[in-house]
């Protein structure tokens, strides 16, 4: 389905007008755009994985002391990362499923601490202002400036939350920065490019024999 409203957009028509007007060159040569085709995902499917992969290794790179506003960038990258490689699934290795499940299993992680910060945000506000932020209009809106027992109760657990999740973070985290996961991106990359070759092998081997 992404790949259906990726070529919807155009965009696919776009980059294949570019390549095809590339692959002229100086000498005119037009390149038909069957011939462009397996050029296209060959360069650009390693280049993109690659790049989105560099970018969350440092990002863990720089976690520092494990701030949630480091994590939930991090979340962010982890969400390209697997948009990327699901993107490209098709034509990568049989090893990307289990790629992409563990960039899953880290966004899933990153993405309930982002939602207990967000939710100790707003509980602190309550407290301290007896409002629930702001309504449509500006305006805040109503909330009660006594203490609550059970709104204290409900934040203390998710603080308690974020911490366990902070905790163990650093372990899945290993399941990226390992060096089977690096293995596995590679394998499945490098099938582009095995099938690239095997399809250049089978148009030689059919030219030869129309000669």
Request: net charge positive; with cysteine; charged share 25%.
């Amino acid at each position: 389905m992404r790949v259906r409203r990726y070529l919807a957009k155009g965009k696919y028509d776009r980059l294949l007008a570019d390549l095809t007007a590339f692959g002229r060159g100086d000498a005119g040569e037009a390149v038909s755009e069957i011939e462009m085709m397996p050029l296209k995902t060959a360069y650009l499917a390693p280049v993109l994985i690659y790049q989105k992969l560099g970018l969350v290794r440092a990002l863990g790179d720089r976690l520092g002391d494990l701030q949630p506003e480091r994590l939930h960038a991090l979340r962010i990258g982890c969400k390209e990362l697997r948009y990327t490689l699901e993107f490209f699934e098709a034509v990568l290795g049989p090893d990307t499923r289990a790629a992409i499940k563990q960039v899953v299993a880290i966004q899933d992680h990153l993405g309930a601490l982002q939602d207990a910060v967000v939710a100790s945000d707003i509980l602190r506000q309550f407290l301290a202002t007896g409002t629930w932020g702001k309504g449509a209009s500006g305006e805040s809106l109503p909330g009660a400036s006594a203490p609550n027992p059970a709104v204290e109760a409900y934040l203390a657990a998710r603080q308690a939350e974020i911490r366990h999740l902070v905790e163990t973070f650093p372990q899945l985290w290993q399941q990226i920065t390992h060096s089977d996961f690096s293995q596995i991106t590679v394998r499945s990359v490098s099938k582009i490019d095995l099938d690239l070759r095997l399809a250049a092998l089978l148009r030689q081997s059919h030219q030869s024999r129309s000669s």
